[in-house]
Nanobody
């Protein structure tokens, strides 16, 4: 059974950094793309960053240059390093894994809309000004 278990996040001040981790179970296919999504109250789920099995990445414009997604294929751990946090980064963050053809924004947007694949339990990030 594929499981994704998240850790990290919490409260931070604007300009701070934080890190989210997502550990996949042994059954997670190493060929899967992995991604981070977030959702603030009253808003739709938003794709934040995506990475494929070869390490190709793409980011939402709102986080480009501030966030970095990475994965350790052998350990099946996905990480999101979040720098220069802003209050608008506040939300529930979810990791997810699914098969995908390309790690690009189009794939990320479709993934967010359909909710495909496996999902972590979510972790709250709250950024105050």
């Amino acid at each position: 059974q594929v499981q994704l278990v998240q850790s990290g996040g919490g409260s931070a001040r604007a300009g701070w950094s934080t890190r989210l981790n997502c550990a996949g179970s042994a059954y997670l296919p190493s060929s899967y793309c992995m991604a981070w999504f977030r959702q603030a109250p009253g808003t739709e789920r938003e794709g934040v960053a995506i990475i494929d099995k070869d390490g190709h990445t793409d980011y939402a414009d709102s986080v480009k240059g501030r966030f970095a997604i990475s994965r350790d294929g052998a350990a099946k751990i996905l990480t999101l390093m979040m720098d220069d946090l802003k209050p608008e980064d506040t939300g529930m963050y979810y990791c997810s894994a699914t098969s995908c053809a390309r790690a690009d924004l189009e794939s990320l947007h479709l993934w967010a809309a359909r909710g495909d694949g496996y999902w972590g339990q979510g972790t709250q990030v709250t950024v105050s000004s």
